[in-house]
């Protein structure tokens, strides 16, 4: 039961596109968030929370559109 709902839950289509948008925000942002920097540092990276998305969805710095499919 554990591995159907592991393949249900985390291999869903949508679950995956989600992943994949997320993922590509992350690395779009990375220029101006420098994510390697910030998780090489204690402090930095205990401020790297959930609220990250939410700012690079607010933030108004234009971030270079590519896309990794």
Do not use: C, Q, W
Not at 8 to 20: C, S, V
Not at 22 to 41: D, P, T
């Amino acid at each position: 039961m554990r591995y159907k709902l592991y393949k249900d839950i985390y291999h869903n289509r949508a679950a995956k596109g989600i992943e994949l948008m997320i993922a590509e925000a992350l690395l779009n942002a990375n220029s101006y968030y420098n994510f390697a920097e910030r998780i090489g540092n204690p402090e930095e990276y205990m401020r790297l929370t959930d609220y990250i998305l939410k700012e690079i969805e607010l933030s108004r710095t234009p971030v270079r559109k590519t896309f990794y499919l």
